[in-house]
């Protein structure tokens, strides 16, 4: 037993406790995760007692799996084409915003700077009910896929600001400096030399964006008009207390895979970007830095 | 003739309440080496960014061989710079970098080809195009700063502390190296540095600058033999600086009394009458036995003595209360002097240079008594 503890407590050795904690909550939070996913292959309607493997949830069911049920292919196709314009309209915007903010020096530039973490500190359900109010009675926005789109730019534009904001300021103003020293005009070093620079975090900007629109579930609520306009997370939400079958789990299964997925595709492109970028940056602390 | 004479005429900058240059005259020649010198916040950095194009001036004139150039923008100015981070273009490798500014200026890919090759070549890069500035050391990365703003045959370079992130061995030879470039090229360099010991070594001329003004303009011997104010007798290597009390009647010679005692001072501002400074190299200071005796000796006590290698430094604080340094080159003789021994510290008149009382008070030194740092001392006395 002394030996047992000696060896654990080595000073010498790797730090063994906060390693098994580490595991220990690794476990925790994926156990869930893969439970759910395994229930989407269950050959039975039940999301709790397993009946042999199947892919029936996810395509070979005629009517209730993913692929041929129009609800939940629907609200699958809504939830990317959402998270599509979102990464489209935000990331552009908050790449500009953020440029202004770091290289305009005048007055307003610090409220404005203080105004940008707004949405990220107001709770969302406030945010959604705003949105509500002014969409409805101010710009008179129809509810659907416009004011969700909307809703969903308004919070993102934040994160993308903050995400560039801290790589122009770990840039400096030297780069653009030096290219308009050497002849470039000043669109010309913004695109020769301050662009490819940003684009690890323009893509950080892209992936968190992603994420965020992915998994909204206030705003987007809010703002949809009908079932037409309904994302995976107010699907799962509206029939996890009715009939749900594995086909849910598999449909909850398809936005895990798409965020792995864009973790990798994120993790490699870094990879790639970092060969010739300056040491201490990455893509993935830019995303770090956020969520 | 010769391209790349810049002319300052009453050049100011001011950012918000805070007067960074305030109205200075320089004319530097063409192909000049001249450094500003001085220490940070002294405005050289400004200078060096106006004539850049990188600010704007709030008043005055930047003229570029008799042409102002203060509402050019800076792509479109003959000027290149080479940044004190170098700002390679980390994406670019090393021959992308170099031809950046050749592609801007639509130079056909032959020629600039051949232009990137060989200025590479001349700053020992040759086979380093297919690196990227993060393989390279700090040294190769500041030839390829270099090499980047040369390509581009500018009229005049700007270099603002280009040296200042390299170790000390690598500067020295820096150094030579960027002398014999600038010779070779023909180019005006407009150097920044807050290195007394780079500006003596390279410059053709520098001025020295403090709180937005230039306080001399002249040949590093003159700056170090002669100079003008008080700020510049204590900027430039190790000075004595003592403040005194002239007095006599007009004419050549000029009494001055440093407490008690009286000396005579040979050179300088000889008309000053009144409170005024006077300064005297340590390598000029004599010291003798205690007996000795004659003019301008003023008795004192040897209170360190620092070995230096090639020579000895030796600090003596005076009967009046005032800390001396003098330099005794080791040759062999064996050490006369420890700590403690009584001596004279014969300060000649012809080095007893006295310096007009310094207007406001605000480009004052460090009060002589405060002795400086024995490694400045070094680097003084080698050179």
């Known amino acids: ?291 | 003739m010769k391209t790349g004479a810049v002319d300052l005429v009453q050049l100011r900058k001011d950012f918000g309440e805070v007067t960074a240059v305030d109205g200075i005259e320089i004319a530097i020649e063409a192909g000049e080496f001249f450094s500003l010198l001085g220490p940070s916040g002294c405005g050289k950095t400004t200078t060096l960014r106006l004539i850049a194009g990188f600010e704007r001036p709030t008043g005055g004139k930047i003229l570029l061989d008799g042409v102002d150039m203060a509402a050019t923008p800076p792509h479109r100015r003959k000027v290149n710079t080479v940044f004190q981070s170098y700002a390679l273009f980390p994406h670019l490798d090393v021959f992308d970098n170099v031809a950046f500014g050749l592609r801007r200026a639509h130079v056909k890919k032959k020629e600039t080809r051949e232009r990137v090759t060989r200025v590479l070549e001349a700053v020992q890069l040759g086979d380093y195009g297919k690196r990227k500035p993060a393989q390279l050391s700090g040294g190769q990365q500041q030839r390829v700063a270099l090499a980047r703003a040369l390509v581009l045959e500018p009229a005049v370079l700007l270099l603002d502390e280009p040296l200042g992130a390299l170790d000390a061995k690598l500067r020295k030879a820096l150094q030579i190296e960027l002398k014999s470039i600038q010779e070779r090229f023909g180019i005006t360099f407009v150097y920044v540095t807050h290195d007394q010991e780079e500006a003596l070594t390279m410059s053709d001329r520098i001025a020295v600058m403090s709180g937005g003004h230039v306080e001399q303009i002249a040949t590093p011997q003159t700056m170090y033999d002669e100079p003008e104010t008080v700020f510049v007798a204590d900027f430039l290597g190790v000075s004595n600086l003592m403040q005194v009390t002239a007095e006599g009647p007009e004419g050549v010679a000029c009494r001055v009394k440093v407490g008690a005692f009286e000396l005579a001072a040979g050179c300088g501002e000889l008309g000053v009458r009144g409170e005024t400074h006077v300064v005297i190299r340590p390598e000029r200071v004599v010291i003798e036995p205690y007996e000795a005796a004659g003019a301008n000796r003023v008795p004192g006590m040897v209170e360190r003595v620092v070995y230096n290698g090639a020579s000895e430094q030796l600090v003596i604080r005076l009967a009046t209360g005032t800390v001396v340094q003098a330099l005794s080159v080791r040759d062999g003789t064996p050490e006369k002097w420890t700590q403690g021994t009584a001596v004279q510290a014969y300060l000649p008149a012809e080095a007893l240079r006295v310096l007009p009382p310094s207007p406001t008070g605000s480009a004052a030194p460090a009060t002589p008594e405060e002795a400086p740092e024995a490694d400045e001392a070094i680097e003084v006395g080698a050179g």
């Open chain 1, 1 to 291: 037993m002394r030996r047992v503890r000696d060896w654990f407590a080595n000073p010498w050795g790797q730090p063994r406790f906060l390693g098994a904690f580490t595991w220990l909550y690794m476990i925790w939070s994926i156990v869930p995760v893969i439970i759910a996913i395994v229930f989407s292959f269950n050959n039975g309607r039940s999301r709790s007692v397993w009946q042999g493997f199947s892919t029936r949830w996810w395509w070979g069911d005629p009517y209730n799996s993913v692929l041929h049920d129009p609800v939940l292919r629907g609200a699958l196709e809504q939830s990317l084409r959402l998270a599509g314009f979102d990464m489209l309209i935000a990331v552009p915007i908050g790449v500009g915003l953020a440029l202004g903010l770091t290289r305009w020096r005048g007055y307003g530039n610090r409220p404005v700077n203080y105004l940008m973490l707004f949405p990220l500190v107001t709770p969302e359900i406030v945010m959604a009910v705003s949105l509500l109010l002014v969409f409805d009675h101010l710009y008179h926005v129809p509810f659907g896929t416009e004011a969700q789109i909307l809703g969903q730019v308004t919070f993102s534009i934040s994160y993308v600001v903050i995400i560039i904001r801290g790589r122009l300021l770990s840039i400096g103003p030297e780069y653009e400096e030096a290219a308009r020293d050497l002849g470039a005009s000043q669109l010309g070093a913004f695109r020769l030399v301050l662009l490819p620079l940003l684009a690890p975090a323009i893509f950080a900007s892209l992936i968190v964006v992603f994420a965020l629109s992915i998994d909204d579930f206030v705003v987007t609520q809010y703002m949809s008009a009908n079932q037409q306009t309904q994302t995976v997370p107010i699907l799962i939400y509206q029939t996890v207390r009715g009939t749900a079958t594995p086909a849910l789990n598999a449909v909850a299964s398809v936005m895990v895979f798409a965020t792995l997925s864009t973790v990798a595709l994120a993790y490699l492109v870094y990879r790639w970007a970092a060969r010739s970028q300056p040491a201490g940056h990455s893509a993935l602390g830019d995303i770090a830095g956020v969520t």
